[in-house]
Structure formats: C-alpha cells, structure tokens
C-alpha cells in the first residue's frame, strides 16, 4: 500500500509564507496530483491540481497567491503559499490519483494544519 505524508505546515502571520510538501512512500507513476483543505465546519475543497502533463488548475479564491508544483518520478507534489490570509486557515491534504486501464485509485495524506494568524 502506498501513503501520502505531507510536511511544511504550521503558524504563520497574515500576508506570510508557506511551502506544503507531499511525499509518497514509493515512487507511483500517478496521473493527478493536488491539494484540498477543510476548514473547521466546513466542507473540504479543492485547492489546486497538478496533472502529469503540466496542467494545472487553482480555486478562484487562491488564484495569483499559491503555486502547485510536482516531480511526478518521485512522486512529489509542492504548494507554495504567499499572501495567506486568516481565510486559509485549514488542515491540507494531498490527494493523488492513479488510473490504470479501467480502475482508478485515490490516495490521500493525513493532513497538516496550516493556521494563519496574528
């Protein structure tokens, strides 16, 4: 079984920095991979999204403000956050997925708690 780890979580103050990092256990040849976030009674939400192709995708609300990167041979997904608000406080979670002729699996990490405040 593969497991999804992320790091780079923490305490950061309004307009600060943040670089999430998701590593998985042995290198998967996966086709998407991404980040959601849920915040306390709320429902969780997709974030970013970064296929093997390069493609890349954002919610609106994080647009010109986070990047998504990977290194999809080591199966490695990034999120480098700038200009984070208190409205990004959330647990973060990597998602990856990997489609093999008809099947689909999707794998997800354990979360890292990113609070933005003063």
């Known amino acids: 079984q593969v497991q999804l780890v992320e790091s780079g979580g923490g305490l950061v103050q309004p307009g600060g920095s943040l670089r999430l990092s998701c590593a998985a256990s042995?290198?998967?040849?996966?086709?998407?991979m991404g980040w959601y976030r849920q915040a306390p009674g709320t429902q969780r939400e997709l974030v970013a999204v970064?296929?093997?192709?390069?493609?890349?995708n954002y919610t609106d609300s994080v647009k010109g403000r986070f990047t998504i990167s990977g290194d999809f041979a080591k199966s490695l997904v990034y999120l480098q956050m700038n200009s984070l608000k208190p409205e990004d406080t959330a647990v973060y979670y990597c998602?990856?997925?990997?489609?093999?002729?008809?099947?689909?699996?999707?794998?997800w990490g354990q979360g890292t708690q990113v609070t933005v405040s003063s």
């Open positions: 998602n990856a997925v990997l489609t093999l002729w008809d099947n689909t699996n999707n794998y």
């Open positions: 042995r290198s998967i040849p996966f086709n998407v």
């Open positions: 970064i296929t093997s192709g390069g493609s890349t």
